[in-house]
């Protein structure tokens, strides 16, 4: 195949899954900067009432965020939520061990869930297992979501907060398989308790849905034997599996970078095929899906990060600026083509969670008390949740390959397409991982009749390492291409050399 030329077919018949909006979640931990000079900033200018920032809340209201993830990620290791209710001058400072730095709990669970109803997004809430426990989980539930009559329901409304919650999807500890955790488990000693937690869960509110924790990741010792386990001991009362995934490319090798989504569309297809065969061993009807609910490229600072964390000594500082990665452009391309990999596996997958969402692991950075930005990865996330809505669909590609240091035979071209019902349009998803030639993507849209196309948008730079910062905040920034000429027959688009894009279709 000529190495400048591939094929797209798409088939409006050819589905794959109704896409679940919850694919475009994101997450927010006590951590670093992201909630406290963050998303919280009450000596900034755009503070509301409540000390939100209000240029972040409309940056995060552009990405569209239906599903945040709260409060924690490592954090929520030795959190005691009821540190953060109630008056804020009892509230008490603690230590956070999971990242060495003071937690003031002047935000807690009622002040995160009002941020929430600003951004318009749902919250998942994650509860404490690995040092609290099941009643623990139960307490924080009705103080939750029980309208009223109980000690904690009673408390919640004592608290100011008449109206309760009623939080959908509740995820039983965070990657407790790993060495950091405190309160780390074995396969079977966190598929009890995950099992026994969920059932209690559901038996006091049987409207919740529960995410377990898979393997913090793929290199855990213990993956494939946790899943296994956690499966066979909580089939039954399990509704998601949370899978992790950070890349790295510390080697600055672009070409076996970009490459690494087909290893991250493996994970997910692997764990699909083992809820499948978990679903046949336990005779279950019930299907469990996958909540990939930390997702991202981390490894600019992390060492450095690790190793500050580690060395910290007294005093333990509040809001420490860690795991503030720069995103550059091939980080863009990559969160680009994760999220192609994501909704080609919208079947499966059915929440997701882009870690994280502001100043940690993020796309919306912030200067405390001063300006914002918008790093190189919010915009694949921007233009996928504004216009990745609908039903996926399957492409026949036929794309030239290449070899890199870990992979072979790694398509150039990448893509996934979704229909959008309802505005009778469709968006085409498409990266180039070639680091030399611009590619001709020659479609064949036959089966959709009539369509004009709308707009062709790419992410393209000469300088795979460009940053975006508060002082060049758009040395990363989309285009708009120009469109060819075409008719149905006769269709094609210029893919630049290393480019993510989206080009959307009107159909008549
Ligand atoms: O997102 C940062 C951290 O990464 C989270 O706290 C943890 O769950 C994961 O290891």
């Not at 955790?181 to 966190?190: A, D, I, N, R, W």
């Not at 809505?389 to 992979?407: H, N, V, W």
Request: glycine letters at 6%.
């Amino acid at each position: 195949m000529e190495r400048d030329k591939a094929k797209l077919i798409l088939d409006k018949d050819y589905q794959i899954s109704k896409i679940d909006n919850r694919i475009f979640g994101s997450f927010v931990e006590h951590l670093g900067r992201c909630v406290y000079g963050g998303v919280y900033d009450p000596s900034h200018p755009s503070a509301d009432e409540e000390g939100f920032r209000q240029d972040v809340i409309d940056m995060v209201n552009e990405l569209n965020v239906p599903m945040i993830r709260l409060p924690g990620g490592n954090f929520v290791s030795t959190y005691i939520w009821e540190d953060g209710v109630g008056p804020r001058e009892k509230r008490p400072r603690k230590p956070d061990l999971a990242w060495k730095s003071i937690e003031t709990n002047e935000i807690g669970t009622n002040e995160l869930m009002s941020w929430l109803k600003k951004v318009n997004a749902e919250a998942m809430m994650t509860v404490n297992i690995g040092t609290r426990g099941i009643l623990d989980a139960l307490n924080l539930l009705d103080y939750c979501n029980r309208s009223e009559g109980t000690f904690y329901s009673d408390l919640r409304r004592a608290h100011g907060f008449k109206d309760p919650y009623k939080i959908k999807t509740w995820a039983v500890g965070n990657e407790l398989d790993g060495v950091w955790q405190v309160g780390q488990k074995t396969p079977m000693e966190y598929a009890r308790i995950a099992r026994e937690t969920a059932k209690a869960m559901k038996r006091q509110d049987n409207t919740i849905e529960i995410v377990a924790a898979a393997s913090a990741g793929m290199e855990s010792d213990t993956f494939g034997e946790w899943e296994q386990t956690v499966l066979q001991e909580g089939y039954e009362f399990i509704d998601y599996l949370s899978l992790h995934q950070y890349y790295l490319n510390k080697e600055k090798d672009t070409p076996n970078f970009l490459a690494k989504t087909l290893e991250f569309d493996d994970y997910i297809k692997s764990i699909g095929s083992l809820i499948d065969y978990m679903k046949i061993k336990n005779k279950s009807k019930r299907d469990i899906h996958i909540s990939l609910d930390e997702w991202n490229v981390w490894y600019h600072n992390r060492d450095k990060d690790n190793q500050s964390v580690k060395e910290r000594q007294e005093p333990w500082p509040i809001a420490p600026a860690i795991l503030e990665e720069p995103y550059n452009f091939e980080d863009a391309l990559v969160t680009g083509a994760m999220l192609i990999a994501l909704l080609r596996n919208s079947d499966r997958v059915k929440i997701a969670a882009f870690a994280q969402l502001v100043n940690v692991l993020a796309p919306i950075m912030t200067e405390t008390g001063g300006g914002i930005w918008k790093q190189s990865i919010f915009y694949p996330i921007y233009y996928s949740s504004r216009y990745g809505r609908g039903t996926a669909l399957q492409p026949i590609i036929k794309s030239p390959k290449y070899d890199s240091k870990d992979f072979t035979d790694v398509p150039f071209i990448d893509a996934v397409a979704v229909l959008n019902e309802k505005e009778n349009e469709i968006s085409i998803f498409c990266i180039n991982k070639s680091t030399e030639e611009d590619i001709l993507l020659n479609c064949d849209f036959k089966s959709f009749g009539e369509f004009e196309i709308i707009e062709h948008i790419a992410l393209e730079n000469k300088d795979c390492y460009a940053v975006n910062t508060l002082y060049a905040p758009t040395k990363v920034t989309p285009i708009k291409k120009t469109i060819p000429n075409y008719t149905a027959m006769d269709l094609n688009f210029s893919l630049g050399k290393l480019s993510w894009n989206m080009i959307r279709l009107k159909i008549k």
